[in-house]
T-cell receptor, first 114, second 111 residues
Framework: NAGVTQTPKFRVLKTGQSMTLLCAQD?????MYWYRQDPGMGLRLIHY???????AKGEVPDGYNVSRLKKQNFLLGLESAAPSQTSVYFC?????????????FGPGTRLTVL | DQQVKQNSPSLSVQEGRISILNCDYT??????FLWYKKYPAEGPTFLIS?????DKNEDGRFTVFLNKSAKHLSLHIVPSQPGDSAVYFC??????????FGTGTRLKVLA
């Protein structure tokens, strides 16, 4: 089992460019999440999904879009990148269905927007 | 408004001694708490959790204490080992599947 994988690991963008971050999990988990981690801010939830075909906004959704077309994949899109989106992005998944599941995290994507 | 706070950004402890990491929260509706450990260039990994109906949960060298009246939880690591050096995040959930994470405490265990 690979667990939760994220592609790419690093990326540098120019302001206004777009990109998509891919998250994949092979644990058949229902719930998936995208977080960003910034110095002194901890992990903040961007968007999440409680099942295939569903998405919902988290704490800091502005400037991001997501899609969950397949159960195992959760995509995070930046349509027009801004320097404020420079961050480390983590994807996570959890079994769902029952509350209080631990979340399993991917290794992260370090994004720099110039 | 930071609902989950870790007021100590860093902590240094001698190997073999106890490490105590603290976490405070403001929302009394939180009913489940977790601790995650994060090494550099890796994602956070689950460490230990506690339900609000308990005041202590133990797993090997790791113990989490919950004081609901003070809205405070702590993670004790005894004895501390150099491999425990990492950033520790506490997290809280309140009946949904969304976690609120603290800002993290960087623990350094000195050999």
């Amino acid at each position: 089992n690979a667990g939760v994988t994220q592609t790419p690991k690093f990326r540098v963008l120019k302001t206004g460019q777009s990109m998509t971050l891919l998250c994949a999990q092979d644990m058949n988990h229902e719930y998936m999440y995208w977080y960003r981690q910034d110095p002194g801010m901890g992990l903040r939830l961007i968007h999440y999904s409680v099942g295939e075909g569903t998405t919902a906004k988290g704490e800091v959704p502005d400037g991001y879009n997501v899609s969950r077309l397949k159960k195992q994949n959760f995509l995070l899109g930046l349509e027009s990148a801004a320097p404020s989106q420079t961050s480390v992005y983590f994807c996570a998944s959890s079994p769902g269905l029952v509350a209080y599941n631990e979340q399993f995290f991917g290794p992260g994507t370090r994004l720099t927007v110039l | 408004d930071q609902q989950v706070k870790q007021n100590s950004p860093s902590l240094s402890v001698q190997e073999g001694r106890i490490s105590i990491l603290n976490c405070d929260y403001t929302n009394s509706m939180f009913d489940y708490f977790l601790w995650y450990k994060k090494y550099p260039a890796e994602g956070p990994t689950f460490l230990i959790s506690i339900s609000s109906i308990k005041d202590k949960n133990e797993d090997g060298r790791f113990t989490v204490f919950l004081n609901k009246s003070a809205k405070h939880l702590s993670l004790h690591i005894v004895p501390s080992q150099p491999g425990d050096s990492a950033v520790y995040f506490c997290a809280a959930i309140s009946g949904t599947y969304k976690y609120i994470f603290g800002t993290g405490t960087r623990l350094k265990v000195l050999a």
